[in-house]
C-alpha cells in the first residue's frame, strides 16, 4: 500500500498544476521500500507490484519447467562462486566441486560441444561422502532448487529387458505412450540435474543408451521424439572401487591426489563400466571423510535444527559440546559415512525431543530454550526450559 501511495504521489506531482513536493525525498523512500518488499519476498514473490521480467520469468518457469528467473537473474555470479556455493553444503571435497564447476565454468562460457550437456560427471567413493549432497546443491544453484533433480536408482535396471524402461516401450509393447522414466522426466524438465544412482549395478546394455546422450545431447523415447539432454547437468554415483579407496586413504598423512587416486580406481572401474563409456564421463573421486569433517557435518546438521527449532517455537536450540563427538562417534560404527548421522537424528533425537516438546504442550506449558546433552550410556539427554 505505501509503495502504491507513493508512486501515486510522485506521478501526480508530475502533473502541470500539481502541488510542490520534494520529489527526489519520495524517490528515494520508494526505491528503499521496494527493496525491502522484495528481500522478504524472496525469489518467488506471490504478487507482483508490477508485471516486471521477474513475473513474465515465473510464468514462463510454470509452464515449462525451465526456472528462467534464477537463470536470468544471478546465473553468472553463481557460476563464477560455484566452488564456494557448494562448499556451503558440501564439506571435505574441495578438489571434487572444484572439477564440477570447472567443467560447468566452461560450458557456461560457450567453450565445449554445444552438442553435449552441460556436464557428464562420474563421482566415485564410499557411502555418505557427499555424492548424493552434491547433485542436490547442483540442481539447487544453477536450476532454481532442488525440484529439478530426477533421480533414478539404477538398481532396478539390473535385466537386459528393463533398459528399454528408461526410452519407454516401442509400439506395439505393453507401457506404450506411457513415456520412458529417464525421457520423460528430462522432456518435462529439459533444464534439470539427472542423477543416476549406483550406476555400477545397472546392467551392461544400459552403458549404450548413454553414448548418443552423451554425445549428441539428445535421446529418441519409445514414440520417436528426440529428447534434448543438452541443458541438463548428468551426474551419476557408484560404490566401484570402494576397497581401494579405503584400503589407499586409511591414513590421512599419506593419502594420493585425487588425479592419483583415480587412476587408482581405474581397474576397478573398467570391471564393470567400458571404456568407451569411462571416456565419456568426466571422473570425479570423493575422499572418505575424517572426524573433524563428520564433527563439522553434525554441527550443519544441528544449525538445521536450531532454525528449526526457532521457527516453530521462537526459542533457542543448544547443544552441548559432547552431543557432536558422541554423533561421530557412533557413525564410525557402520559404514554408512555421513548418512547416519541424519539417520541417529532423525530416528533417535528428534523422535525424544518432539516427545518431550508435545508433553509440555499438553500440560498447558510453554517451551523454552531447548539444551541437549549426553546422559548415561551413551543417551540424548534433554532439557526444556
Same mark, same amino acid.
Given at each position: 500500500a ?11 506531482s508530475?502533473l502541470? +498544476?500539481?502541488?510542490a513536493?520534494d520529489?527526489g525525498t519520495?524517490?528515494?523512500e520508494?526505491t528503499?521500500t521496494?527493496t525491502?518488499?522484495?528481500?522478504l ?5 506471490l504478487v507482483h507490484?508490477v508485471?516486471d521480467?521477474?513475473a513474465?520469468a515465473e510464468?514462463?518457469?510454470t509452464w515449462t519447467g525451465?526456472?528462467v528467473g534464477?537463470?536470468?537473474? +544471478?546465473?553468472?555470479?553463481t557460476?563464477l562462486? #560455484?566452488?564456494?556455493? #557448494?562448499?556451503?553444503?558440501v564439506? %571435505?571435497?574441495?578438489?571434487?566441486l ?9 560450458n557456461r562460457?560457450g567453450l565445449? &560441444?554445444p552438442?553435449k550437456?552441460v556436464?557428464?560427471? !562420474?563421482m566415485?567413493g564410499t ?6 549432497e552434491?547433485?542436490? /546443491?547442483?540442481a +539447487?544453484?544453477?536450476? %532454481?532448487?532442488e525440484q529439478n533433480?530426477?533421480t533414478?536408482n539404477?538398481s532396478e535396471?539390473?535385466e537386459?529387458?528393463k *533398459?528399454?524402461?528408461l526410452?519407454g516401450?516401442?509400439? %506395439? ?9 529417464l525421457?520423460?522426466a528430462v ?5 534439470s540435474?539427472?542423477?543416476l ?5 545397472a546392467h551392461p546394455g544400459?552403458?549404450d543408451?548413454?553414448y548418443?546422450v552423451?554425445?549428441?545431447?539428445? !535421446? ?8 534434448d539432454f543438452?541443458?541438463? *547437468?548428468i551426474?551419476?554415483t557408484?560404490?566401484?572401487g570402494?576397497?581401494t ?7 590421512p598423512?599419506l =593419502?594420493p591426489e585425487p588425479? /592419483?587416486l583415480?587412476?587408482?580406481l581405474r581397474? &576397478?572401474l573398467l570391471?564393470?563400466f ?5 571416456g565419456r ?15 563439522l557435518?553434525?554441527?550443519l546438521?544441528?544449525n538445521r535444527i536450531?532454525r ?9 536450540f543448544?547443544? &552441548? +559440546? ?13 559404514e554408512?559415512g555421513a548418512?547416519?548421522i ?6 533417535? !533425537?528428534?523422535?525424544e525431543l518432539s516427545a518431550?516438546?508435545l508433553a509440555r504442550?499438553?500440560e498447558g506449558g510453554?517451551?523454552g530454550?531447548v539444551q541437549v546433552? =549426553?546422559?548415561?550410556?551413551g ?7
Open positions: 505505501r509503495i502504491r501511495e507513493l508512486r501515486e504521489t510522485i506521478e501526480a508530475l502541470p +498544476d500539481a502541488a513536493v520529489a519520495l524517490q528515494a520508494l528503499g521496494t525491502a518488499l522484495r528481500s519476498q524472496g525469489e518467488e514473490p507490484p508485471v521480467g521477474q513474465v510464468v514462463v518457469a525451465i526456472p534464477r537463470m536470468v537473474s +544471478d546465473e553468472i555470479k557460476i562462486n #560455484l566452488k564456494d556455493r #557448494l562448499e556451503e553444503r564439506v %571435505g571435497q574441495p578438489h571434487a572444484e572439477a564440477i564447476a570447472q567443467a560447468i565454468r566452461t562460457a565445449t &560441444d552438442r550437456p556436464g557428464v560427471f !562420474m566415485v557411502s555418505g561422502v557427499g555424492k548424493t552434491t547433485a542436490l /546443491a547442483v +539447487d544453484l544453477l536450476y %532454481g532448487g533433480l530426477t533414478i539404477m535396471f539390473k537386459e529387458h *533398459v528399454s524402461l526410452m516401450s516401442p509400439p %506395439g509393447y505393453v507401457g506404450y505412450g506411457e513415456g520412458g522414466v525421457t520423460e522432456r518435462r524438465r529439459p533444464y540435474v539427472v542423477l544412482d549406483e550406476m555400477e549395478k544400459v552403458q543408451v548413454f548418443q552423451f554425445d549428441k545431447g539428445n !535421446m529418441k523415447d519409445g514414440e520417436g521424439r528426440d529428447i543438452r541443458n541438463t *547437468v551426474i551419476m557408484s560404490n566401484a570402494t576397497d579407496i579405503a584400503k589407499l586413504c586409511a591414513d598423512d =593419502m588425479e /592419483a583415480t587412476e587408482a581397474p &576397478d570391471k564393470v567400458k571404456p568407451a563409456f569411462l564421463c568426466n571422473i570425479v573421486t570423493y575422499y572418505p571423510l575424517a572426524d573433524d569433517i563428520m564433527t557435518i553434525v554441527g546438521q544441528l536450531a528449526r527449532v526457532k521457527s516453530a517455537y521462537g526459542v533457542q543448544l547443544v &552441548d +559440546d559432547s552431543v557432536p563427538a558422541a554423533i561421530v562417534a557412533r557413525c564410525k560404527e557402520v554408512s548418512r547416519n541424519e539417520n541417529i537424528l532423525n530416528r533417535t !533425537m528428534l523422535p518431550q516438546i504442550l499438553a510453554e517451551v530454550q546433552g =549426553m546422559g548415561e550410556g543417551t540424548f539427554r534433554y532439557n526444556i526450559g
